[in-house]
């Protein structure tokens, strides 16, 4: 047999809890935003086989299983899953479109809207680093219950604004930006490895948290780092300080999401619309 089954799409904020998922009787359910940028949580039954647009992903021993609709996707992605009994089921998740604020900073150094040759060299140095380390595909489910923020403060910068540097069009904002004082505490916001913990040009003190299958969160511009690669964290945990190091006009927390190397909207993914109050 063959099911075809729409995502229903649903503007409500908050993440499907699991036992919501479990009472379904689709054998394959999938939660979450449903937005441009928005992390999909999906269940399988035992043993099934789950494509999206034709990537096997990886499976938990639980049936969980995760995707990301990139933040300029207007087509369906398509979820297919075989289960051990030969029947499929595929459903298509046509992504919510946003549209992005445009947000003009000016003020940066110079060297780091447009770089020279050398420190360009160094940049896609560490970008490739990081795109490295987001092809891990841990088999942990932390990702799974809606994650916590990882600072206080009121948001200063919106995932998918179009950013005008010193007055340059330049890439898209792909993360949250929390404002907040000097040395603020960073909190990991779901369990997690440590997948890199470095310091780099345009990021500064940077962090790169694992939370299995695919699902990464980064955070920029720390002024100190208490953990290192490798290091487990448990939701909660204080792993690190803000700052203003590398690209940074004052201090905040820049957050950023992925699953794998697809950027995504990690406030499309909190148990609470906004962080609390500082
Ligand atoms: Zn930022």
Known sequence: MHRRGFVSLSAAFAVAP???????????????TMQQGSLVIGHAEAGARVRVDGKLLSVGE????AFGLAYDQKGAATVTARFTDG??????????????EVQAINGLPQNYVSPPEDIERRI??????????RSQDTDQDWFAE?????GRGIISGLFGSQRILNGTPSAPHFGVDIAEGEGG????????I????????????????????????GYFHQSQQLVKQGDRVSRGQVFGHVGHTGRATGPHL???????QVRLDPSRSTRTPAPPKA
Do not use: C
């Open 254 to 260: 820049h957050w950023a999401m992925n699953w794998f």
């Open 62 to 65: 639980t049936g969980l299983f």
């Open 194 to 217: 440590v997948a890199l913990a470095e310091q780099f040009y345009l990021e500064g003190g940077y962090t790169l948290l694992d939370h299995g299958r695919g699902v990464f969160t």
């Open 185 to 192: 505490l960073i909190r990991a916001p779901a369990n997690a």
């Open 18 to 32: 699991l036992a919501a998922r479990a009472a379904s009787q689709q054998r394959v359910t999938l939660s979450g």
């Open 146 to 150: 809606p994650f916590d923020w990882p």
């Open 87 to 100: 029947d499929t089921e595929t459903h298509d998740v046509t992504p919510v479109v946003r549209e992005y």
């Open 124 to 133: 896609k140095r560490e970008h490739a680093l990081v795109a490295e380390a």
